[in-house]
């Protein structure tokens, strides 16, 4: 039983590493000179902000991805996000993340709205 535990470890390291990074979309929401962040919960990065954002869909553009992350988590609807920065992220040998930036500013008097409790507060 320990080696079959065992190999279905590595197995789950090698499936990791076959699948290559995960890409995530991060949103500098800017009104005025303020940016919108939530406190993550129960999740990665658990009791630090954050930026709205995700994991991009296959085939999906990183505007789009922005777009619908935005309204997700904020409720706030956004048009014509673009690309600010990207970085590439190694946490371990099972996680490795590539994020894109975009960047989007909203007119005064817009607010967030809390959509998901569960992840953010």
Avoid at 3 to 9: E, F, I, R, V, W
Avoid at 34 to 62: D, I, K, N, Q, W
Avoid at 89 to 115: A, C, K, N, W
């Amino acid at each position: 039983r320990n080696l079959s535990g065992l190999l279905a470890k590595e197995y789950t390291l090698l499936d990791h590493i076959r699948m290559g990074p995960k890409v995530g979309v991060g949103v500098l929401i800017f009104r005025e000179q303020s940016v919108v962040v939530g406190l993550r919960r129960g999740a990665l990065g658990s009791e630090t902000y954050a930026l709205p954002g995700g994991h991009l869909e296959m085939g999906e553009s990183f505007e789009h991805c922005a777009i619908r992350e935005v309204a997700e988590e904020t409720g706030i609807e956004i048009n014509d996000p673009v690309f600010a920065y990207a970085v590439n992220s190694i946490f371990d040998p099972t996680m490795h993340y590539v994020t894109v930036f975009m960047r989007v500013d909203v007119e005064q008097g817009v607010e967030p709205r809390l959509m998901e409790p569960e992840k953010c507060e």
